[in-house]
């Protein structure tokens, strides 16, 4: 049963950074999903803030976080990350990390990013 965890979630101050990682140490197929990046702010939907391939590590983004965040994986260590830059307080949500590969599908339980001065 794959289990991820995210971590890397807090406080921080707007204009500053944080690194989200999401690993499952049991998760041997990890390198075959396509992993994604989700948020929830307050009262909004989940949105999908970035996706990274499988095959190649191809990343793409929201239009509201191209340029600040950064997807990357370690298939290695079953782990992929979400780099956030240039924090904005429109940021602060719940932040999920989900793997996808054809019908299968396994989600976080979500990591708590406020962004606050």
């Known amino acids: 049963q794959v289990q991820l965890v995210e971590s890397g979630g807090g406080l921080v101050q707007p204009g500053g950074s944080l690194r989200l990682s999401c690993t499952d140490s049991?998760?041997?197929?990890?390198?075959?999903?396509?992993m994604n990046w989700y948020r929830q702010a307050p009262g909004k939907e989940r949105e999908l803030v970035g996706s990274?391939?499988?095959?190649?590590?191809?990343?793409s983004y929201a239009g509201s976080v191209k340029g600040r965040f950064t997807i990357s994986r370690d298939n290695d260590k079953k782990t992929v990350y979400l780099q956030m830059n240039s924090l904005k307080p429109e940021d602060t949500a719940v932040y999920y990390c989900?793997?996808?590969?054809?019908?299968?599908?396994?989600w976080g339980r979500g990591t708590q990013v406020t962004v606050s001065s």
């Open positions: 989900g793997a996808v590969w054809g019908p299968r599908r396994y």
């Open positions: 049991q998760f041997t197929t990890f390198s075959s999903y396509v």
């Open positions: 990274i391939t499988s095959v190649g590590g191809r990343t």
